[in-house]
């Protein structure tokens, strides 16, 4: 495809991410006789979604970024106020000259007000007929693609063949007019960990490895999303030796789920590199240090997590019995009676299964969730390695109580139960995707790189400039602020790196 290069430099330009913020006014919560005890079963922060929106929208209004993007999850659950609330505020952003493109979510039940509540997103935009995609330059030399996965406001993310069909035509254009291409979109398209898929598969697009090649083989090489209130930023290369295309997904975890993060995007005046920064909501009127406070409420109702992932994990044992742990007994001498007899002490019902994976992962693993929502956990690699066998020790512990005297007797139960869980725990904590693979990047900084778009190997470096705050990071629940090769404290405290 012939591509017409831009003759023009373009200026540098800044972006402000925001996803999932989840917004539910006050008037609503007031109005909901049992938020209280709704709230326990939530890792979401909701009771502050919106003095935590607010507070964005004052750092946007302050900062000044050329666009705003929020990649769906907008509200609770659809509510009227809180679109509302939404709507206001996105109003505010662009009376103060703030160009806000939204996409929705699985919470946000679009109907057909979409257009109506956010009209500033479609203004001279091209949408697409039967979604609420839509591709628009809002700055020079800079498309943006929104895919629209909600599908009748679907659970999983879903794109019709004639959408699909769309978004790439609408790649194909922004190509030919020689402009960088960024794409939007809540549910994800690249795995963040290995086993992703399995253990939270709603995350991503029901067709997401199909979706990913089409869009690099289209030029689209940079992708926006949410869903998964985690930070996270991978790469995948296509080595096939057909192309030398790659897709860079930059996952921006909620402001409302600790800790509380959003993103800046500077774009290099070429369009071919992107700065990230990654910085955090710190306070809210009410809570004068929301790190700390919204780890604890993290580490707390992480349990009410271990009962979804439970049912997934012990599903798939029970799927995956015949083909992938008799094979390993087998080999292991074990005889075909007793395999039989052996899968019959597994925990049957849901129940049981998931009170015996509470008893002894539900510490490890939130003490894991804390740790990857962090993000870069490849840095604190000694932290990694503690956490990580705390898991396995907690894997044994259940094979311990499940099996008994087998144990002793065949030795194949420890590693086997290591097993299940160290594909996806090595790959969180050494934060690499895809670890036997060369598809992926062995690690892409999740939290201030600077990303190369669609090159194979770096062809020199521009000087992005630096955006207006000092850049923070979050470590154990502890705020610190790097300003040039310094880390502080933010009562001013330098301290070692």
Excluded at 56 to 62: R, V
Excluded at 132 to 156: H, K, M, Q, R, W
Excluded at 175 to 189: D, T, Y
Aim: proline letters at 5%.
């Amino acid at each position: 495809m012939a591509v017409l290069f831009p003759l023009l430099s373009f200026a540098q330009e800044r972006i402000m991410v925001i996803a999932d913020p989840h917004v539910l006014p006050q008037s609503v919560i007031e109005q909901e006789t049992d938020f209280a005890e709704y709230m326990k079963t939530q890792r979401k922060m909701l009771d502050l979604s919106e003095p935590i929106w607010h507070a964005l929208l004052d750092t946007a209004l302050k900062y000044k970024p050329n666009l705003v993007l929020i990649p769906g999850d907008l509200t609770r659950d659809g509510e009227t106020a809180a679109h509302d609330t939404v709507s206001a505020g996105i109003l505010r952003l662009q009376a103060a000259g703030i160009r806000t493109l939204v996409i929705p979510g699985n919470h946000d039940l679009p109907g057909d007000n979409w257009e109506t509540l956010y009209p500033g997103t479609f203004e001279d935009a091209v949408k697409d007929a039967d979604s609420y995609s839509f591709a628009v330059e809002p700055i020079s030399g800079l498309t943006v693609i929104g895919i629209d996965g909600s599908d009748g406001n679907a659970s999983v993310g879903k794109l019709s063949d004639a959408t699909q069909a769309w978004i790439l035509n609408q790649a194909d254009a922004a190509v030919a007019k020689g402009n960088m291409i960024i794409a939007m979109s809540h549910w994800q398209i690249l795995e963040h960990f290995d086993q992703q898929g399995t253990l939270e598969s709603a995350c991503r697009f029901t067709n997401a490895d199909e979706l990913r090649d089409d869009l690099m083989h289209h030029g689209v090489h940079l992708v926006l999303t949410g869903h998964f209130h985690v930070n996270g930023i991978t790469t995948f290369r296509d080595t096939t030796g057909l192309t030398n295309d790659s897709l860079v997904e930059i996952t921006t975890g909620s402001p409302i789920t600790y800790p509380c993060p959003y993103r800046w995007l500077t774009l290099s005046a070429d369009r071919k590199q992107v700065a990230v920064t990654t910085d955090y909501v710190t306070a809210v009127d009410t809570i004068v240090d929301l790190v700390t406070y919204g780890r604890e409420w993290m580490y707390e109702h992480t349990q009410n997590m271990i009962p979804g992932l439970a049912r997934r994990a012990w599903g798939k044992v029970l799927d995956k019995w015949d083909e992938k742990v008799v094979p390993v007994m087998e080999q292991a001498g074990v005889p075909s009676y007793l395999i039989a007899a052996i899968k019959k002490l597994l925990p049957q019902s849901e129940e049981d299964q998931v009170a015996v994976t509470q008893k002894y992962l539900g510490e490890p693993a939130a003490n894991l969730y804390l740790f990857h929502s962090e993000a870069n956990e490849n840095e604190r690699p000694e932290l990694g390695t503690t956490l990580a066998n705390a898991v396995y020790d907690g894997m044994n512990g259940m094979v311990g109580e499940i099996f008994g005297n087998l144990v002793s007797a065949l030795p194949v139960f420890p590693g086997l139960a290591r097993s299940v869980a160290e594909v996806s725990v090595q790959s969180i904590v050494e934060d690499k995707t895809q670890r036997q693979s060369a598809l992926y990047a062995d690690v892409t900084d999740d939290l201030h790189p600077t990303l190369y778009i669609n090159a194979a190997e770096p062809q020199g470096f521009e000087e992005i400039e630096e955006i207006p705050c000092a850049v923070k990071y979050i470590r154990q629940g502890q705020l610190l602020i790097q300003k040039g090769e310094r880390i502080y404290t933010p009562q001013g405290q330098q301290i070692a790196q």
